[in-house]
């Protein structure tokens, strides 16, 4: 057995093995109950590895009501250190059916836009604010001018880097809520 073959298949049980801890802890997310903020996350589209159980870890800490997560039907929960277990998490399979139920609850989606949003650090955020995380590479997988009710924030930068880690910019955005509301 070469080395490459090798690699592929440690690859291929590290995926099983995490599809398996998934579907082990979303059977117990139906008891997690929503956290004491009425702060929900958006994960549009992520991918399913490293970040999206991360930012359930940070969603568990800051008291988020909910994570609902679009486009993702599968991560690995094992960077979430038990969050996936204690946020309740809802899945849709595109951004139009998520906005609905958003609306619903008269949230107000915030996104990040790091060269046209106001600064999040003098922002007034609602206390019902949705806050959306886009793909890594791609970013948000909608047009927000087409929906009602969305405020465009950006997080200051002072380096060279184009953009933050999606679940850095979640805790951060996270922490910012909790300053404002906690």
Request: net charge positive; hydrophobic share 40%; charged share 25%.
């Amino acid at each position: 057995m070469s080395g490459a073959h090798k690699v592929r298949q440690m690859m291929k049980r590290e995926v099983q093995n995490a599809q398996r801890r998934f579907r082990r802890q979303k059977q117990r997310n139906v008891l997690a109950k929503p956290g004491i903020h009425e702060m929900i996350i958006v994960l549009d589209h992520l991918k399913p590895s490293y970040n999206v159980g991360k930012i359930f870890r940070s969603a568990d800490a800051f008291g988020v009501q909910r994570v609902d997560l679009v486009g993702i039907d599968h991560f690995d929960p094992a960077p979430g250190m038990g969050g996936f277990k204690n946020v309740p998490a809802k899945f849709y399979d595109d951004f139009d059916d998520c906005y609905e139920t958003l609306v619903q609850t008269d949230h107000t989606l915030v996104i990040l836009e790091p060269d046209k949003g106001t600064s999040l650090f003098t922002t007034d955020l609602p206390r019902k604010s949705a806050f959306v995380m886009g793909h890594e590479e791609f970013g948000i997988s909608f047009d927000p001018d087409k929906y009602n009710n969305v405020m465009r924030v950006a997080i200051p930068q002072f380096g060279k880097v184009q953009s933050l880690n999606v679940s850095i910019a979640a805790s951060i955005v996270m922490y910012e809520y909790v300053k404002q509301h906690g």
